[in-house]
């Protein structure tokens, strides 16, 4: 038996717990602000949005303030479905490299959707139906959140309606088809369905829409709609827990192959693929004295982390959401069209900020041609289709193993590889054709949206 199919039968690398990095912080994460009040909000704030376990998850409190949260039962049976997934050692990419680094990769490609998202639907669907939620309202950009919703809430017996960034719902029709297939509800966003959707569509009929005003939209589908919750894909603290399955499991694969990462790397949208890679690591550096260098890698036309401030900033561009302290391009951030759908926001997952504000994490930007270089490298030698997100990934994991050759160190490197790239095709088409265009994004408009915010004296 291949050692690859051997992984797949072993249950024994999938962990029962995912890890609560907030338990391991020397000092809390800056409170999270009313905006009305300027006061730090508290459950009750949270809970016409979300369920009472997920907003203890997100404070880190009651049964969820320990450093290991055990996974339901009911979570873990579906998790099963596709995890552990593979961690792969890409030889034929270090062979076509000539390079003495060891490149492993944990293949989150491998779920039903295609990516690592139906890590956190799965447990948000689940905590929904035991609190009596009937719907679930959500946003997506590229469309692998709005799949993994789309699946997980029916498993569940849940309702989902899904507002998909307009760009994306243009570009992506198969991505649209396949939440249908799954049985959700799909609108092109800014819609008619809701005020602020009205609001930026009587601005712009052919608004091609962005991430924070799908939220925007979502948000107010949640509160205006009885039996209905929000469910959110990225950059909250209980999106980070679910997703460090991934790195939990890459620690005793990685440990299998007699091996530890000098380098663990991850793309970063709003963070939760990178941190569910990496927390674990994180663990071990700021615990066990490790010195992993530990690299989120963002699109230069939405560089939240190398070129935004960290300061108070809400979450959605109609500024409905709490004020929370993150790096940040402003809200009102409308990003290029990059083929990266899933890169597109404006700020970063609060963890991640702390962390990088704190130097245990680093952060590189790079440019797409470069990145759709990267991931076609990477498909003719492992095969793979990457994610445009996730060659973002593979970009700065290729340039660590040639750095390796030049210096002829035996590098170990670890990168997440988000998710396939079956349904970003367009991407590859025009990358083929010559047709993308490079885009960074201009410091002083971050600047200029920044003074633009309420102050916050926390
Ligand atoms: C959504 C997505 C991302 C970006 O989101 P994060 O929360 O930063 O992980 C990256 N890769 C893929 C494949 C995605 O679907």
Not at 106 to 130: C, I, L
Not at 132 to 158: D, H, I, M, N, P
Not at 293 to 312: C, D, F, N
Not at 314 to 320: E, H, L, P, R, S
């Amino acid at each position: 038996m291949s050692k690859q199919v051997k992984y797949l039968l072993e249950e024994s690398e999938m962990p029962t717990a995912w890890y609560n990095v907030q338990a391991d912080f020397a000092t809390p994460l800056p409170p999270v602000i009313h905006p009305g009040t300027g006061k730090p909000i508290g459950p009750d704030d949270m809970a016409s949005l979300f369920p009472m376990d997920i907003i203890m998850q997100e404070a880190a409190v009651g049964p969820y303030a320990g450093r290991f949260i055990d996974i339901p039962e009911e979570v873990y049976d579906i998790y099963r479905l596709w995890r552990p997934t593979p961690l792969i050692r890409a030889r034929r990419l270090e062979k076509a490299l000539d390079t003495p680094a060891h490149i492993y990769f944990k293949h989150e490609g491998a779920s039903p959707v295609g990516s690592h998202k139906p890590n956190t639907a799965v447990p948000q669907a689940y905590y929904n139906k035991r609190a009596g939620t009937k719907r679930l309202a959500t946003e997506t950009g590229a469309g692998q959140w709005g799949s993994s919703v789309a699946f997980a809430a029916g498993y569940f017996g849940l309702e989902a309606k899904v507002y998909m960034v307009n760009i994306s719902y243009q570009q992506k029709p198969y991505r649209r088809m396949m939440m249908e297939a799954y049985g959700a509800n799909i609108v092109a966003s800014p819609s008619q369905d809701t005020a602020a959707g009205r609001r930026f569509l009587a601005e712009d009929p052919n608004h091609t829409g962005s991430l924070g005003i799908a939220i925007s939209e979502a948000i107010e589908d949640t509160v205006t709609t009885p039996h209905t919750k929000y469910a959110i894909g990225s950059v909250f603290n209980h999106v980070l827990l679910h997703q460090t399955i991934i790195g939990e499991e890459a620690l005793r694969q990685m440990e299998k192959a007699g091996e530890y990462p000098d380098v663990v790397i991850g793309c970063v949208g709003g963070g939760s693929n990178f941190g569910g890679v990496a927390l674990p690591f994180v663990r071990d550096k700021l615990k066990e004295g490790k010195t992993t260098r530990i690299i989120a890698v963002e699109p230069t036309a939405a560089p939240s982390l190398t070129k935004g401030i960290y300061t108070y900033d809400f979450g959605d561009t109609a500024q409905t959401t709490p004020l929370v302290k993150m790096y940040t391009l402003g809200s009102a951030f409308i990003p290029a069209p990059i083929h990266a759908g899933g890169l597109r926001y404006h700020a970063m997952a609060p963890i991640l900020c702390k962390l990088y504000d704190e130097g245990v994490i680093e952060a590189v930007a790079v440019q797409q041609n470069p990145v759709f270089a990267a991931a076609v490298q990477f498909a003719r030698t492992e095969a793979i289709i990457p994610a445009p997100e996730s060659a973002h990934a593979i970009h700065i994991a290729i340039d660590e193993a040639l750095k390796a050759k030049a210096s002829g160190e035996k590098k170990v490197i670890l990168f997440n590889l988000s998710g396939h790239g079956h349904f970003d095709m367009t991407g590859y088409q025009m990358y083929f054709a010559g047709q993308l265009e490079d885009y960074e994004y201009p410091v002083e408009e971050v600047h200029k949206a920044i003074a633009g915010l309420p102050k916050v004296m926390a």
